[in-house]
């Protein structure tokens, strides 16, 4: 039996495409941070199987959502992702063979203001998405966290589509929430907001993704692309400067006449 979950926050526009791609999967299991638009109507009409809960991070919902859910094998996908025909087949496959592997890293193919991005690193992204109920959780992480599988992965080839950024105002406003998250992570880490990860961190950032991984073919949306992730590179450890500056933590200390 496989469970797939689905984290959901204002995802109307997604949610239908989304849950068609795995239509298939025994259990649909929508998980939703009270959203305000149709999202729980339309989900509803795909399953029954639909709750609601308060976000804290997204790695918190996903690890409370695992913790709920019956399937021997678990699948996350987000909302602006669907699964491939030519990935449903081999999932499917697995499913009914049997496999001596507890989780999967799946290729993810990544789609930016409507077109894919075949370079800069975005076409080398893989994720640990379909897992043995049991064998797998989320990094206790903000924001990028990594699943842990205690076993043996695998690696599929065939694809989730993943369309997050339709438009620059989707990009600048994860951007800006992904870098204060981001700070909170390295806070915890005791990292510092050195010069160095100020100025040649970002600078490192862009040469890689731009030059090194020829995000250059992909055009000026390769452009755009290795320039915001310098640019949320330096965003970070500036909000992680701004969260240890002394100025700043003196005014969030509590008061002694509380």
């Known amino acids: 039996m496989l469970t797939v979950i689905v984290p959901t926050y204002n995802e109307e526009d997604n949610i239908r495409a989304c849950l068609e791609s795995v239509a298939w999967a025994d259990d649909l299991f929508v998980v939703d941070s009270f959203s305000t638009d149709r999202t729980l109507d339309i989900a509803r009409g795909y399953t029954g199987h639909v709750v609601q809960h308060e976000y804290v991070n997204s790695a918190t919902q996903k690890n409370w959502a695992i913790q709920q859910a ?7 996908l987000d909302a602006d992702e669907t699964v491939t025909p030519e990935l449903r087949e081999r999932i499917q496959a697995i499913l009914a063979s049997g496999t001596d592997c507890d989780g999967f890293y799946i290729r993810r193919d ?7 991005i075949r370079h800069g690193g975005w076409h080398m992204d893989y994720l640990i998405r379909l897992w043995r109920n049991g064998k797998g959780r989320y990094e206790d992480l903000a924001v990028h966290a990594d699943v842990i599988v205690d076993g043996k992965v695998g690696k599929l080839e ?3 589509l993943h369309d997050s950024y339709p438009t620059l ?3 600048s406003e994860r951007l ?3 870098s204060d998250w981001s ?8 990292a510092r907001a050195t010069v160095v990860n100020l100025t040649l961190r970002p ?7 731009y030059v090194l991984r020829r995000g250059f073919l992909d055009g000026r949306r390769g452009l755009m692309i290795a320039s915001f992730a310098s640019f949320g590179v330096f965003l970070k ?3 992680l400067w701004d969260r240890q500056r002394p100025a700043r933590q003196k005014a969030q200390a509590p008061s002694k006449e509380a």
Do not use: H, I
């Not at 019956?70 to 996350?76: A, E, F, R, T």
């Open 176 to 178: 800006g929430r992904y």
């Open 183 to 190: 700070a909170l992570d390295l806070q915890e880490k005791g």
């Open 169 to 171: 105002e989707d990009y």
């Open 70 to 76: 019956k399937g021997d094998w678990l699948m996350v």
């Open 237 to 239: 450890y500036a909000r």
């Open 110 to 116: 990544n789609l930016f203001l409507g077109r894919m």
């Open 158 to 160: 065939e694809s989730l």
């Open 203 to 209: 600078l490192w950032r862009f040469l890689r993704m």
